[in-house]
């Protein structure tokens, strides 16, 4: 008899650890699809219904299992679209972009494709460089005429302090095979400030929309007050394709 309960008891004990593992994925599951639902609807990307609709469509049609990586590359294709046919403008600075060079990275978020690749919104998934000051270099995935750039930070909604994010910026462009010095080919395309109290995607045209460039370079010379570090969640170029 107290075997059987030994046994009764540890089944019990299994059955407690799964069912905790359980509601602790089902809680990952639902944070994430909250960074998802956040991100598209601050951007007038995807709607809230659309999401929701979307997930309870795949979760029926799966035994209630949905990949959330598979789901992801879906909303993130289908949110990519919606902003080119929104803006009319496409983003160079992914899909085949290269981070060239940076100023000093922050040994704690070290990895420069996060920069110019999405992050949904969450916290952390951001290029960090020491300081308050420093500088990118992205040659881009063709030649283009550029339009505009777009920089990302992290949503107050999510965060509390984004004292790390970049404030007063400039950026540059060149045609990196010219046979010329770099001081001589390197174009000003405009400065702007990146405003915490506005929509934490942030568009910029550029002051100079008529030459060819493949290579964009982002300075800043502030951010909202860090010493140790600025982060840059995500950086875009936008324009088109010349006539050749």
């Keep these: 008899m107290d075997s059987k309960v030994s046994n009764i008891e ?119 460089l020491k300081g308050n000051r420093g500088f990118v270099e992205i040659k881009l995935r063709s030649a283009i005429i550029p339009q505009a750039v777009t920089l990302e930070h992290v949503a107050k909604s999510v965060v509390d302090n984004r004292s790390s994010a970049p404030k007063d910026c400039r950026v540059y462009g060149w045609f990196s095979r010219k046979k010329i010095t770099r001081d001589l080919s390197m174009y000003f395309l405009g400065n702007f400030t990146y405003d915490l109290e506005k929509s934490s995607v942030q568009t910029f045209d550029v002051s100079d929309s008529s030459r060819v460039i493949d290579t964009v370079r982002l300075d800043f010379t502030s951010n909202y007050g860090n010493p140790s570090y600025t982060c840059i969640y995500r950086f875009r170029v936008h324009g088109y394709q010349p006539d050749i």
Excluded: W
């Design 10 to 128: 540890a089944k019990t004990s299994d059955m407690e650890r799964e069912l905790i593992e359980l509601r602790s994925r089902t809680n990952m599951l639902s944070g994430r699809m909250g960074s998802l639902d956040k991100y598209f609807s601050e951007n007038e990307g995807l709607s809230k219904e659309e999401v929701c609709e979307d997930y309870n469509n795949r979760k029926g049609g799966n035994d209630g299992y949905v990949d959330l990586n598979e789901m992801r590359v879906v909303m993130r294709e289908e949110f990519k679209r919606r902003l080119k046919n929104m803006l009319g403008r496409e983003d160079y600075a992914s899909g085949g972009a290269v981070v060239r060079k940076h100023s000093v990275k922050a040994d704690y978020f070290a990895d420069p494709v996060r920069m110019i690749t999405p992050s949904f919104g969450q916290p952390g998934e951001c290029f960090g």
